[in-house]
């Protein structure tokens, strides 16, 4: 059993329990008055005008190909450094994800990166906040507006970053948001998109409510076909008690990166590139290992120390899939996820202690 743990939960059972009585009180346990608010106040915390939530950022992003009509013959450019959700999206549904190479400074698709492969194909492009940072966004936002190309920012693990004083959320076309446990606000599963476009929250009211519209005598008005990807309420309540101190959790992670920082870089660590203007919830706190350092050998001697790590994130062209169906490779993100590491980072985590810990490693060889 590892003593120090990657992450742990920002929220206790106590801060839920009354909630969660009325919830079984009222035998309310979908589409109530958690589910409502906690959608309202996303819309203010992001600053975005309509928020619709869903069962996981997967099917957020889903989603979102659907509204934009996304399918065979068309490409999808994401950025190479992820998760596979941001790809396999685009796979599903019959798409060519194209993959985009990262920064090795913010380990996110740059303009540069981008530009050479928009095509007369390309029907969208999924840029990815890597690990929270939005690092670039507003740049890519730029070019796809210039180009006519509507832009879902991958902010599945940024809630609570921003960037020139704009909150994930409140930047792109659409936005897709993760309420996984390894985010900073979690409720097990759930996720949300948020956009500005009126048009679109309305085709998503109706998709997302079987396809309702109103009522038809005592019945419902099934205008539309739709899906089911709705958050429960008791999931709803954890989310809202998470997002009224969620300033204050990413405040304290950029203090404890800061420690760490302090720590390493004079080890030769690197990391995660953070650009001007933006604020970084830190989601997962990684740093590029110093040169001629295995990666892979220091998260199993950290290991053996009772120290729990990972490597930074994947770089998606290179997993055993997407090299066998498309055999594309991006230099730098492949690079990342060979030399990346993600370390412990939560309220009360000994940074002392994981850092002495890593420097033993690098003693021993
Ligand atoms: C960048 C990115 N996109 C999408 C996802 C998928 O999120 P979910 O687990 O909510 O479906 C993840 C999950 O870690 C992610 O990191």
Redesign the pocket.
């Known amino acids: 059993m590892n003593q120090v743990r990657l992450m742990k939960p920002y929220i206790s059972f106590d801060e839920v329990e009354a909630d969660f009585r009325g919830v079984f009180e009222s035998g309310m346990f979908t589409r109530g008055q958690h589910v409502e608010a906690f959608r309202k106040e996303l819309a203010s915390f992001t600053g975005a005008r309509h928020v619709h939530l869903a069962?996981?950022?997967?099917?957020?992003?889903w989603v979102c190909l659907k509204l934009l009509e996304v399918g065979p013959g068309d490409e999808v450019v994401v950025?190479d450094f992820?998760?596979p959700?941001?790809a396999n999206v685009v796979e599903d549904l019959g798409a060519t994800p194209v993959f985009a190479d990262v920064s090795r400074e913010t380990y996110n698709m740059l303009p540069e990166t981008l530009e050479p492969l928009l095509t007369p194909r390309t029907k969208a492009v999924i840029f990815?906040?890597?690990?929270g940072n939005p690092s670039g966004v507003h740049a890519i936002s730029d070019l796809c507006r210039r180009r006519g190309i509507p832009l879902i920012e991958?902010?599945?693990?940024a809630i609570g970053s921003a960037e020139a004083g704009q909150r994930c959320g409140a930047i792109a076309d659409l936005t897709?948001?993760?309420?996984?446990p390894?985010?900073l606000l979690s409720t097990g599963?759930?996720?949300a998109i948020t956009t500005d476009n009126d048009e679109w929250a309305r085709w998503l009211d109706v998709k997302l409510a079987h396809g309702a519209r109103g009522m038809k005598g005592p019945g419902l008005d099934f205008v539309d076909y739709g899906y089911n990807f709705r958050l429960p309420e008791l999931q709803a309540v954890m989310g809202r008690k998470q997002l009224a101190k969620l300033d204050g959790i990413v405040d304290e992670r950029s203090r404890i990166r800061d420690r760490y920082r302090e720590r390493l870089e004079p080890m030769g660590f690197q990391a995660q590139g953070v650009g001007p203007g933006v604020r970084y919830n830190v989601q997962s706190l990684v740093f590029s290992v110093p040169d001629g350092q295995s990666r892979n050998d220091l998260i199993a001697a950290l290991k053996e120390r009772g120290i729990e790590s990972t490597l930074g994130?994947y770089a998606l062209s290179a997993t055993t899939y997407y090299t066998r169906r498309y055999g594309v490779s991006n230099p730098n993100a492949s690079w990342l996820e060979a030399n990346t590491i993600t370390l412990p980072c939560y309220e009360g985590v000994d940074v002392h202690l994981v850092c002495e810990a890593i420097g033993s490693c690098l003693a021993a060889g």
């Open positions: 069962t996981s950022a997967t099917t957020a992003l950025s992820s998760f959700a941001t990815v906040d890597a690990l991958d902010a599945a693990c897709c948001l993760s309420f996984h390894r985010k599963e759930g996720g994130t």
